[in-house]
């Protein structure tokens, strides 16, 4: 929503100031909400695609600001009371909604950018992250060099005059590759150049991007923050005029988050520390498990301690998160073997859900990327991804043995 001035009889500046220094747990249940004049205790669903206007006037005051509601393609008090609520966990100071994770990365890039800018990414992102800034984005004049994550000498020896982002996710998906966020952003600030963390697999309950120097978070909502695999969202938080930036792009274009997924995510977020504790219990316990198994050669989780970045990880997250990776011995045939004997486990893309999921990165969600790119991103054959739920531990090992016991 467009920053808005708050008089001192405003509902949202009062609860605001009501919430001024809250825990997170307390925003996580309370930011945000204002109640109507029904004085509902839960959030409302304003299912409504436009808004009625007093008077011919008041609808010419609202538009050129979008100082209130408008439409519900750029302002929904449903989808404001997530934006809020989101923003006040991260610690932004503004959040943009949008219809997906992907609809998040392509709002930021399109309205902060411009033709002839350069990104420097992380060679571990999303493959349609890839996809979108090297076949859409590049056509329009805007280039990516993509480096490695855990590098910072890399980051800084792309960076060119014309270098505007710095892109990635920490921890990676699938490789769990951690990035030293303070030393990318000591690289990127003499330069003007923004940084940008795609946050989705820790979540602000495990890890704020923005308080270790990062401009921006990206999330993909549809993973943990909705944690039931029910809704597609996304969201962007920043300051209040890089937000105007995407907003901007949000209002013009339409990407936007609907109101009943916005009331979705505000009921995942209430419960969100407390999944994804139990997420992080639940995968460090597979991940010491599957170390130990003698038809995986590695396992990927920033939990371990023999993981390389395992201290930064402990340094800058508070916990390790629900997403593991690991290697069987042999190639692809093998792992699809281990992915077909499970009978519980779920063979899907998706990630973040109660459920657990199972898929091979290779063939699926980095499937588009050239056997030259997987290579350089660590991408194998034999890599499996999962996404720990909250199953009972013991079944989830049991459902992964009837597989791996038998290579």
């Keep these: 929503m467009s920053e808005q001035s708050f008089s001192s009889n405003d509902p949202l500046a009062r609860l ?21 004049m029904e004085a509902e205790h ?48 991260e610690g932004g100071e ?21 033709q002839g800018d350069h990104i420097v990414c992380s060679r571990s992102v999303f493959g349609s992250t890839i996809a979108l800034f090297d076949k859409y984005l590049g056509k329009f004049g805007i280039t990516t060099t993509y480096v490695d994550v855990n590098k910072p000498q890399e980051w800084e020896a792309a960076v060119q005059p014309n270098t505007k982002l710095f892109f990635l996710e920490t921890p ?14 000591a690289i990127a600030r003499p ?14 309950t495990l890890q704020q991007p923005l308080k270790l120097g990062a401009d921006i978070v990206v999330h993909s909502a549809t993973k943990y923050i909705d944690g039931q695999g029910r809704c597609l969202g996304g969201v962007v938080i920043g300051n209040h005029q890089d ?4 907003f901007g792009y949000l209002r013009t274009a339409g990407p936007s988050m609907s109101p009943f997924n916005a009331w979705v995510f505000l009921k995942g977020l209430e419960t969100l520390r407390i999944r994804m504790q139990a997420h992080s219990a639940s995968a460090q316990e ?58 519980m486990i779920s063979i899907t893309g ?54 791996l016991d038998h290579l």
């Design 16 to 36: 605001q100031n009501d919430l001024e220094g809250a825990a997170q747990d307390t925003l996580a249940v309370r930011a945000g909400h204002v109640r109507t």
């Design 42 to 89: 839960a959030e409302a669903i304003f299912p409504t695609s436009s808004f009625v206007f007093s008077s011919a006037a008041e609808a010419a005051r609202r538009f050129p600001n979008a100082d209130g509601n408008i439409y519900s393609r750029f302002t929904n008090p449903t989808v404001r009371t997530f934006e809020q609520r989101i923003a006040a966990m």
């Design 94 to 114: 503004r959040a943009v909604a949008t219809a997906s994770g992907m609809a998040a990365i392509s709002s930021l890039t399109l309205g902060m950018l411009e």
């Design 172 to 185: 990676s998906n699938p490789l769990a590759e951690v990035a030293d966020l303070r030393a990318l952003a």
């Design 191 to 204: 330069h003007g150049i923004k940084v940008a963390v795609d946050n989705c697999i820790l979540t602000p």
């Design 243 to 246: 937000m105007e930036k995407v």
């Design 286 to 343: 597979l991940a010491e498990w599957l170390e130990q198994h003698p038809k995986v050669s590695r396992v990927y989780y920033s939990g371990l301690k023999s993981h390389p970045q395992h201290e930064l990880a402990r340094s800058q997250q508070k916990g390790f998160g629900g997403l593991l990776a690991f290697e069987v011995k042999g190639g692809q045939d093998e792992a699809w073997k281990v992915i077909d004997c499970t009978r």
């Design 350 to 403: 998706n990630l973040g859900d109660t459920r657990t999921t199972i898929t091979h990165p290779s063939t699926t969600t980095h499937g588009k990327m050239t056997a030259e790119a997987k290579a350089e991103a660590g991408i194998k054959e034999s890599l499996i991804r999962v996404s720990v739920g909250l199953e009972d531990i013991d079944d989830i090992k049991a459902d992964l043995a009837r597989g």
